[in-house]
Each structure stands twice: as structure tokens, then as C-alpha cells.
């Protein structure tokens, strides 16, 4: 708890040196827009889910983002969503899942994080990371969240880390983009959460070397 509040303090600090240089434009960097990132990814086929309404979008403040489900030949599934945000200046962040699935219906049964070895990029080495683990409910329904939060090639899964860090690029490099990944896999009939954790793994490892062409570094 005390570690939490000194965090948080911190970055109240930090935040008086963001709002001096707030009326400076913030540089836009290149990538590619998510709705070129692929439909395949090794033996996983994606789906194009329906775009979200105007009042959701409204919600969220994205700039851009991808809703899909990729499934593999026995049938798995794994549903991915990444949301980008150009800047983070004025109301529009990050809404975490934490408050988002529950506002959906969906109960929380557990928590905790995961830690990974993927490929940092198409050809690059591996690289270890931690992201959220989130295990929910909803009726006889239930699935397994995994999610983290990216940023100029840094992978966060803590809320508190992540805000210090928006903070900390801001005043670095003048810049506050940023994006969520989140992926969802279900839990079905006598199905484990472990199970799911592995089908959830498999993707993100498919997944997690080409977000570097599409989330800016």
C-alpha cells in the first residue's frame, strides 16, 4: 500500500513539469494502422469482429483499434483487442479492463500476473515479460484476461507503473501515446483456466513480435 501512494505521489510531482510543456505539440510518430496488422498468425485465422458504436468510441478516446477473434484449426479461440492512443493529455486514457468487464456484466474471480518469453520483433531476440492475469465470470460463462499496457517498445501490466511512466515519457519525450492489448480466451464446458492460459499463451506468442510495426517505439 505505501509502495502504491508513493508512486502515485510522485507522479503529482512529475505532473507539474507535464503541464508546463502541455502546449507543446506532441510529434506524431510513423506506423502502420492497426487495420493492416494480419488476419493470420501462424495457424490462426482471424475473424473481423463489428466496429464499436459511436458512443463507445466516444468512451474509450481511441485514435485507432482492432477488435477480432483468431481461431486455430481445432477450434480455439482467442479473442484480441488493441487500443491506441496518440495522446494523453486531456481526458482520453487508457481505461483499464479492471473497470471496464465488470461494467459488463463480468465477475471478477481472480488476479494475478503472468510472466512470458517472447520474440521482442519479427528476427529479434526474446525477451521476458509481465503481463495481467484476470480470471472472470459471467453466468455459467467464464473467461481467462490476459493484458498489459505498451508503450515505445516497454511492456507494462501494472495500473500504478504505468502512469508514472506515461508521466515520465511526457516530460522525457514529449510524447504520451501509448496502447492496451488484451486478450480473451474462454473457459468452455469442463475446460480449465489453465487450459485456457495455454491456447492464451500460444497466441500472444504468435501475436507479440509484430506489434512492434504497429504500436510506435
Known amino acids: 500500500m505505501l509502495g502504491r501512494a508513493l508512486i502515485l505521489f510522485v507522479c503529482m510531482l512529475i505532473s507539474a513539469g507535464v503541464v508546463a510543456r502541455a502546449d507543446r505539440a506532441e510529434p506524431v510518430p510513423i506506423r502502420q494502422t492497426l487495420d493492416h496488422f494480419p488476419m493470420t498468425l ?23 483499434y482492432l477488435t477480432r477473434v483468431y481461431l486455430r484449426p481445432d477450434r480455439s479461440g482467442a479473442g484480441l483487442y488493441i487500443g491506441y ?9 487508457m481505461h483499464s479492463p479492471l473497470n471496464c468487464l465488470p461494467g459488463a456484466g463480468w465477475d ?18 526474446a525477451r521476458d515479460i509481465e503481463v495481467n492475469r484476470y480470471l472472470i465470470q459471467k453466468g455459467l460463462d467464464k473467461q481467462l484476461v490476459l493484458y498489459w499496457y505498451q508503450a515505445h517498445n516497454r511492456v507494462v501490466a501494472s495500473e500504478y507503473w504505468g502512469k508514472f511512466y506515461l508521466v515520465a515519457d511526457a516530460m522525457r519525450m514529449n510524447r504520451t501515446d501509448g496502447s492496451l492489448v488484451r486478450v480473451i480466451t474462454p473457459i468452455a464446458g469442463t475446460g480449465t483456466d489453465a487450459g485456457a492460459e495455454n491456447i492464451a499463451v500460444d497466441f500472444v506468442k504468435k501475436m507479440f513480435p509484430l506489434l512492434a510495426e504497429y504500436l510506435p517505439t
Open 108 to 125: 471478477p474471480l481472480s488476479k494475478g500476473y503472468l510472466h512470458l518469453t517472447v520474440d521482442s520483433a519479427v528476427g529479434a531476440p
Open 42 to 64: 501462424g495457424e490462426w485465422r482471424g475473424v473481423q469482429e463489428p466496429p464499436f458504436s459511436k458512443d463507445i468510441l466516444a468512451v474509450l478516446g481511441v485514435d485507432d
Open 85 to 93: 492512443y496518440k495522446i494523453q493529455r486531456e481526458g482520453d486514457t
